[in-house]
């Protein structure tokens, strides 16, 4: 019963008929007919006008976006324990040719415009200091934690006021939406946000994530640079198909309520253990070493992780969409039961 | 009946089966069995132990290789159209970090220890002038042109006696292999290459290629740069079952027959129209324009190409491993016909 | 008696006196009061508004200004034997982030209209091909040939037509306006230029050229970038004095047009031997071993060069400011003897 | 009475002479008979081999040091408010592809081995996050510190055993030396420093520091580099002459003696108004807005600085080698009758 990562789960089975069904020969790279669908489905699916283009992988996707907004001489806010900052493997300095990072605080990873503006406002407008380009918020964040549309718009109003680009890292946008009820462009779009990665392989994909334009001419950039980065690939069509059977019929939220849902039963027996509100699909809890080996002994897989000042140890649990409901109780009355 | 590129084909059915068959859960990036076995897989291929890392391009793949050989004020020679020079989007300079393409020329777009020197000899060993770290070959060429084993042996002695790298951008090796009828080893390990793109895209795969070390040190820059490069996949369980499916068994011969065949067939047809001698799954052939508007006429999809000079025109036709063997009989009468 | 080069020649007296006057204290960076009045007596030159950065080396300059006018994924048209192609050991590819340089060819490496055209209207307006972004002329070029206000402006006027930047390396600007006799902004400003680095080194200065913008929001990245080069120098005044003596009181143009009268000396000594026309202050002449060695033993000092077809041999002769006009007479009549 | 910076103080007359004395003809670059003298000044210096280049700043050769050591997927661990971190507007990020720094916490800006293990300790060894390849220190310190031959050797003997390189800023290394009162062996070579940037510009020079390596290999890559980052000049021979002028005759400690004494001085003046240790020539002192307009009124020119907490208002001043001794008194009386 594994409760490791989402990002390993197995595909769904209606991406494997999308794929399956994108077979039949048709144009390479993205001239194929679900490539060029991609606008359209996306321009519905937020009911405004936006351009889409597939890519790999999260990484290639959020350092993709940032390297169109940001300069090789500028930088980008993000949270210090970003996904960007902390696990991509140096990939945004590769992809924005040395731009930096600038680190900001903030609870859950999640940022404020007041802890954003504690990082930019001290920089001195010369050239001696490398210059703000853009903000990186990640939704929900590497704590599970979810910005409400207020929240992002206060950052998207911060952004405009500075001449800051917006990037959203959606790794678990999904999970994020189905946990707010709102339409997703309220987050987004409509709370300033440039560009999307919107997450499919957390949520049942196999190796394709979606950027969304709202900010269309970001996207003029992006194309250049995925081929540049090797990520053009010629059957671009096995690509689009994932991600459009991901947001046709709402089979994103589907995924990410289960996923949810599986986090909030867990969640509820975890108590005054969890110590970052469970929004979506992740679950931190304080767990003592003993405890920890009593529910592997149960044949329960999850990682350690660091816990709290004071506290005895710690782990992380994470649902995805194919999380048996079985396990998740089987889970949560193990929990309780310790 | 479609002759215009092997890059678009249909995945082959016992790739699609590996691919279903990976969707057992396992551990996440390069730490599921699938991906464990590859090093052993490969070194059983080539009879030599060497490395092998799955990458859903050849872009991706021969840039990465390069960058792992060439530091950033170095230079590569290749030929002056190869696919790294014309066809990449300046991907190497990116990878590479703004290492130099250094341009040689040469028949079918092959190189010679003579072409290479040409370029490099010139070059005074000072700091004005970038200096070459690496040769990068083709297998088979942009033309559909194969190396012997003696033919790469000699660029290898060469490579080795400059103190340079030797990579070989093998998107088409299976397809120059089963022309050879020899070892994979005897034109790769054996005859001085440090690395290898092992093209599977154009050859029934979907989306991974391997790149496979026999200098295996330079694994270790290669498994960071990856991930650095946004393509160090979460679920690369379906990467490896592709490239797996594709050499365990010789499906990665058998398919590359097929193509070769087809293109053997039509080339016999085509005979003094061909301006590339046929090795691979290429045909390059003149043919006035209302030639190609006949063909075309019959339902024959095939690109433009540029004629050699005094010819009324060209094109390029290019089989794969499932072009139907009516489609190309039926292509190599209509041409005997014109 | 050095005809080597012009790049290692003493500094000008009047720099000297200009730099020791700059030992005043004053701001840092180019606050001072000398690198703020550079704006000013730059376009007072030039007769037009434009924005003039001080910067240690042609090499630097040159390469700051392409970045300006370059993205990372674009690329640059200018001749294969250009200085930045040729001597910059790979400069271009580092401030460009991997950008791209387009070769083309042309008599005396000069560029034509045609020759540009050569280069770019075969690529593909896609994303598998690098775009030019920019065109980058050398004025006088690495043969001493200069080109007419007419020649840039035909060049100028395709740039615009094309959506193009263009640069002007004036590493001997100097020398080319000195033999033209027309007004600086005749071949730069209303010919097209967006950017000129404007050459101070070759022609008297020590370690500082100027970086002319006439599209002076391009000037913005490149302080950014110049400090990000580790090239604004803390004592930024001594730079600044040394280009404003240059241009003050026409220094540039006087010591320019003794570098041309000395060559012009030699060249008409050289008759038939001269295979690149004389205009500024390079002489390439056939001469063969012996007659080298002849020179050579009269105390003659030159760089071999690479004769034309057929010629036995060839030297390349550089006069500077401060060569001395009996060692430009002696040498005359040295070749005149052979 | 300026105290606000030694980085734009005047030339040293022995350095004018010196670079007067190089404007006799010579080889261009680096092949000129005062660069070719460096290697064994800078040996003779040390008291053990090593091999030196100018470089006409110290953002340039701090970043070039670091770019020989570091790859680009690699981190290199420095203090926070380090230069190469707050000052050099993301020139490490240039110069070193994107690579990473990675910001360590310490009193007065200096690193300790628990410091930096602080920071690298919790770096998982796997391809997700950027892994560390080297430490920078700067020598004095950004607030005036310096570390002693021990503290190095500490640092030195963490680098060696975690496989690090380790450079040393040394833009006041002057300073510190003429405060510690060792050979310069002791805190650099001895204590297992790879590459030193010996800073001369703040302390007499016009526009050259040198890069010394005592790791000789590191030269052969950064000669490359240097030239590649437009920082050859071509009549190098005026930066061999400062740098040369600055060492023979222990003119670069008399300078600094000169500073350090200085700022003693004053100092002493301040008593508890010190925040940050005087051990060179900056002094970091609690003044009230108040106190500081009364010193301005007396015509004491100096820049605010940040305030410890709870100190009503602090001030930054630096002494330099031409600090006229009667301002230096004049300052500290002024301060003592605040």
Known sequence: MKFLSDNTAAVHPRVWDAMRAADAPDSGYDGDALSRRMDEAFSDLFGTECTALWIATGTAANCLALAAMVPPHGGVV??????????????????????KLMLADGEGAKLTPQAIERVIDPIRNDVHQVQPHAISLTQATEYGRVYTPEEVARIGSLAQGRGLGLHMDGARFA???????????????????????FGCVKNGGMNAEALVFFDMELADVVRYRRKRAGHLQSKGRYLAAQVLAMIEGDLWLDNARAANAAAQEIAQACGSRVFHLVEANEIFVVLSPAEQATLRAQGFDF????????????????????????????????????
Chains 1, 2, 3, 4 share one sequence.
């Open 78 to 99: 993000c949270h210090r324990e970003a996904h960007i900052e902390m696990d991509e493997g140096g990939a945004p300095g590769f992809y924005m040719h040395g731009a």
């Open 175 to 197: 999970n994020a939406v189905a946990h707010l009820g709102c339409h997703p462009a309220e987050v987004t779009a409509q709370a300033g946000v440039d560009v999307l990665t």
């Open 303 to 338: 990682y350690d992780w660091t816990a709290p000042e004071g506290a005895p140890g710690a782990a992380r649990l994470v649902t995805a969409w194919n999380t048996d409901p079985d396990h998740a109780t089987a889970l949560a009355r193990a929990i309780s039961a310790l």
